[in-house]
């Protein structure tokens, strides 16, 4: 695809942030000990404007990014080529180990991927405390972003080639 059609299909600020929200699963990858790339899919959540992961303290993920901050993140969505549209964010990743993200980030998925649920106050409280537990957050910290939309391009392509 030629430089020119890569602007056609980029993402403005407005359309990433409505792509990203609400938040589903989103791949990560760190740089593990040995120097290959280490990806996994996760849930992901905000913290502020930034993209966030739960992760076991010790998980390879939280190892590999306190060790070594690079990381690249990726959603994407749609199986045919007019419906695929995505984002890599990358950037540096921080792991946070305060209760105030811990709190925000578990809420914030709980919230997310238990819409709906009919849970009192002190359930949710009870549900996201465990969830918390011996846990990290790491916050993407962008420095570059790379969008696609390829339904911008339906009205382009030849009549019955969806």
Known sequence: ???????????????????????????????????????????????????????????????????????????????KYYDLRGLTLIGDGEVRDDRDALWTVGEYLYRTRHSGADDSPADVERIVERSIHNRAVIVV????????DHRKLRAAQPAGKA
């Open 1 to 79: 695809m030629g430089a020119d059609r890569r602007a056609e299909i980029k993402m403005t600020p407005a359309e990433q942030e409505e792509f990203l929200r609400p938040t589903g699963k989103m791949a990560l990858s760190t740089i593990g000990p040995d120097g290959y790339i280490h990806t996994t899919a996760l849930y992901y959540a905000f913290l502020g404007d930034e993209v966030a992961f739960l992760a076991k303290r010790k998980a390879q993920k939280v190892v590999n990014v306190r060790r070594d901050p690079r990381v690249t993140v990726m959603r994407e969505e749609g199986e």
């Open 141 to 148: 910290h962008p420095k570059r972003v790379i969008s696609w």
